[in-house]
């Protein structure tokens, strides 16, 4: 998978004449995963999912957002009457509405945050357990042979909670903008007559 993602950027910078600082970042990134053990793809793998969804909410925010609002709100002003019973169903779901759309994949972004670290422990777990391997085959003394399971160890946790910081403010933001949003549109279905 990286390889094929290398290689798209590889096209892109073929074109304007950075090939090779793109060869370079993939090497070193192959690297790195060699070098942090198996957990560093899963590790990847969880990153690559809650950007996803982060986009895909910025990118509803920026662009669907205000369609979806503008619905609800023209909905709600083609009603005659609003202060029965009934038109405040209406007005309740017309926001629920809103609020589920807005809301979406917030709760994956936030377990995907919490997942990295937790991710990045298995890896520190993993490679205590490779340290403890070569202590029993060779002995506590041979400090070379302990190197790389001590480099598993701690790449993978490290690797773990950058990624969560990554997209922790951003997940916060999102949060705070969906009920944002939500506390508006209360605002602007108005139940004057």
């Known amino acids: 998978m990286i390889d094929i993602l290398f290689s798209i950027f590889r096209f892109i910078a073929s074109i304007v004449g950075l090939e090779q600082i793109v060869v370079d970042a993939q090497e070193a990134v192959l690297d790195f995963f060699e070098i942090g053990g198996p957990i560093i793809p899963v590790v990847a793998i969880v990153l690559f999912i809650m950007w996803i969804f982060m986009l895909e909410r910025l990118f509803y925010f920026y662009f669907e957002h205000k369609n979806v609002v503008k619905r609800a709100v023209d909905t709600w002003e083609a009603r005659t009457e609003r202060k ?3 038109a405040h169903r209406v007005r309740e779901y ?9 809301t979406e994949f917030l709760g994956l972004i936030k377990v995907s945050v919490a997942l990295c670290p937790l991710v990045g422990l298995l890896g520190t777990v993993t490679g205590m357990i ?21 480099t598993q160890a701690t790449i993978p946790t490290m690797s773990g909670l950058v990624a969560a910081l990554s997209g ?9 903008k969906a ?8 605002e602007h279905l108005t139940m004057d007559h």
């Open 168 to 176: 922790y403010f951003l997940s916060v933001w999102l949060t705070h």
């Open 179 to 186: 009920k944002d949003e939500i506390e508006v549109l209360s």
């Open 130 to 150: 490779t340290v403890f391997e070569v202590m029993a085959l060779l002995g506590s003394g041979n400090a070379r042979a302990m190197a790389a399971g001590v």
């Open 94 to 102: 017309l926001i629920s509405e809103v609020r589920v759309k807005t």
């Open 84 to 86: 029965s019973w009934h």
